[in-house]
């Protein structure tokens, strides 16, 4: 089993940034994608960002490209997401995944692409 734990949310100004940050313990060896989805009040689980095992492939939301990045650390099992310009509307719980499946860009935009979930950190970002 895999334990994925975020850390990192909070309150910030509009235009301020954020590093969120997510722990894997466990069975880490084959957690070939992690990604970042968040879910606001009333609304659906949406997708935010994906990494490769190895860095070399990303994929983006067309909402936060450019103003987030993803990145991973395999030597401390962990993954980020540096929020950059942050807007009302990034409002959210920000979850972290892990899939087990080297998958293609599209695949890891899609929450049936992990296996493994976070139990989320609230960013909320005020006007």
Do not use: H
């Not at 719980?93 to 976070?118: N, P």
Request: glycine residues 12%.
């Amino acid at each position: 089993q895999v334990q994925l734990v975020e850390s990192g949310g909070g309150l910030v100004q509009a235009g301020g940034s954020l590093r969120l940050s997510c722990a894997a313990s466990g069975r880490t060896f084959n957690l070939y994608t992690m990604g970042w989805f968040r879910q606001a009040p009333g609304k659906e689980r949406e997708f935010v960002a994906a990494i490769s095992w190895s860095g070399g492939s990303t994929v983006y939301a067309d909402s936060v490209k450019g103003r987030f990045t993803i990145s991973r650390d395999n030597a401390k099992n962990t993954e980020y997401l540096e929020m950059n310009n942050l807007k009302p509307e990034d409002t959210a719980v920000y979850y972290c995944a892990a899939g087990t499946t080297d998958r293609a860009l599209l695949i890891m935009s899609l929450s049936v692409g992990y296996d493994y979930w976070g139990q989320g950190t609230q960013v909320t970002v005020s006007s």
